[in-house]
C-alpha cells in the first residue's frame, strides 16, 4: 500500500482533527502518500482530494469541528453514488481509506468494503453510541461542555430555588445525559433507554424541598421530550417554578479535551497500522484501556447499550 486516504463525516465532533493529525502523521512516517478529502462522502463523489503532508495537520490537535469539514450524502447511500467514489479513489490511486465519523458513516465504509476498497472507520462522535468501544471520540469534550453548563445554572437554581430541566443531546443514546447528570449531582436523569415514572420524579422533587433542599436540577436527553415540554409537565404537577435550559449545539464545540485528544492520536495510529496489515472492513475502538477492531458487518449489528449499573447508581444517590 502506497496512497491512503483520511475523510470526517456525518455530525462533527471534538477530536477529529486530532485523529486527522494522527493518520497524516502515522501514515507518513511509514511512508505512505496521505490524501484528505474533504466534506465527507459527498466530497469524495465530487473528487475534492488534496494530499497532505506534515505540516498540514500542525497547530490543529487543540481545534475543536474537523479541518476537512464534513457532509452528509443522499447519494453516496446509492449504489451509483458508491460507484462514483471507488471511481474517484481509483483516479487518485487510494487504495486504503480511514472514515471518521458515526455509524452511518460506518455504514457507508462497510459498503465501500463490501466492494473491494481497503477501510477502517474511527469513532467519531459525541454521542458515544457505537457497539464495541467503550468510547467515542468527542463524548468526554461534549459532557465536560454540559457539566460547565449544569454548575453554572445550579447557582442561578439556587438563588432563585427553581426547579431546572436541562435538555441535552442523545436522540437515542442516553450516555451524555447519564454522564453529565451523574457528574453533576443531577436529581433526576431521563434517558431513551430507560422509560420515566413521572410520580417517581415528582415524589422525588417533593421529598427534597421537605428536607429543604433549595434547587432540583433535571437532565434530559433530547430524544425523550423537549426539556421545554417537560418543564411544564413538572411545574403543573409540582406547582414549583421550573425553566427549561436547551443546551444545543455547544455540545458540539470546543477544544477537545485530553482525554479525547490522546484517544483520537491513538485510534488514528492503530488504523493505519491496521491498513499496513491488511485488515479492511473494520472499525477500531477500546476497551478497558486497550485498542481493539471489530469486523463492520458484527459491529453494526449491535447498538451501544448504556451501563445498567450506572442508571441503577444513579437513581440511588440522586436524591
Ligand atoms: P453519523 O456518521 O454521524 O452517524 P450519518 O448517519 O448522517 O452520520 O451518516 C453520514 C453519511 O454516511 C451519510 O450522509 C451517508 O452519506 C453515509 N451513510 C449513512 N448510512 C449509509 C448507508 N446505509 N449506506 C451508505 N452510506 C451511508
Redesign the pocket.
Known amino acids: 500500500m502506497k496512497r491512503i486516504g483520511v475523510l470526517t463525516?456525518?455530525?462533527d465532533a471534538p477530536g477529529m482533527n486530532a485523529a486527522v493529525r494522527a493518520v497524516v502523521r502515522k501514515g507518513i512516517y511509514h511512508g505512505l502518500e496521505v490524501y484528505g478529502i474533504y466534506h465527507?462522502?459527498q466530497g469524495l463523489m465530487e473528487g475534492k482530494i488534496k494530499k497532505m503532508d506534515v505540516g498540514s495537520v500542525g497547530d490543529i490537535i487543540q481545534r475543536g469541528g474537523t479541518i476537512l469539514q464534513t457532509?452528509?450524502?443522499?447519494e453516496?447511500?446509492t449504489p451509483e453514488g458508491?460507484k462514483k467514489a471507488i471511481q474517484r479513489l481509483e483516479e487518485f490511486g487510494i487504495e486504503g481509506l480511514v472514515v471518521i465519523?458515526?455509524?452511518?458513516?460506518?455504514?457507508?465504509a462497510q459498503?465501500l468494503s463490501h466492494q473491494g476498497i481497503k477501510t477502517i472507520g474511527i469513532p467519531g462522535?459525541i454521542d458515544n453510541d457505537i457497539a464495541f468501544t467503550d468510547f467515542t471520540i468527542g463524548f468526554d469534550t461534549a459532557i465536560n461542555t454540559v457539566i460547565q453548563a449544569i454548575d453554572k445554572i445550579r447557582d442561578t437554581a439556587t438563588s432563585h430555588e427553581r426547579t431546572f430541566v436541562i435538555e441535552v443531546m442523545g436522540r437515542d443514546a442516553g450516555d451524555i445525559a447519564l454522564w453529565a447528570g451523574l457528574a453533576g449531582g443531577a436529581e433526576s436523569i431521563i434517558i431513551p433507554e430507560d422509560p420515566f415514572n413521572m410520580d417517581e420524579i415528582v415524589d422525588r422533587l417533593l421529598k427534597a424541598k421537605e428536607r429543604g433542599k433549595k434547587h432540583s436540577i433535571i437532565v434530559i436527553a433530547e430524544g425523550v421530550m423537549s426539556g421545554v415540554e417537560f418543564a411544564k409537565k413538572i411545574q403543573a404537577l409540582t406547582g414549583f417554578e421550573t425553566r427549561a435550559s436547551v443546551l444545543g449545539h455547544i455540545q458540539r464545540g470546543g477544544s477537545p479535551t485530553v482525554f479525547d485528544r490522546v484517544l483520537a492520536s491513538r485510534l488514528g495510529g492503530y488504523a493505519v497500522e491496521l491498513l499496513l496489515e491488511g485488515v479492511t472492513g473494520h472499525m477500531v475502538g477500546i476497551q478497558s484501556n486497550r485498542l481493539i477492531h471489530e469486523d463492520f458487518d458484527i459491529a453494526l449489528a449491535q447498538s451501544h447499550r448504556v451501563d445498567p449499573g450506572m442508571v441503577q447508581l444513579a437513581k440511588e444517590i440522586s436524591l
Do not use: H, I
Open positions: 463525516s456525518g455530525g465527507g462522502y457532509a452528509r450524502s443522499e453516496f447511500k458508491q465519523g458515526g455509524d452511518g458513516s460506518f455504514r457507508g459498503k462522535t
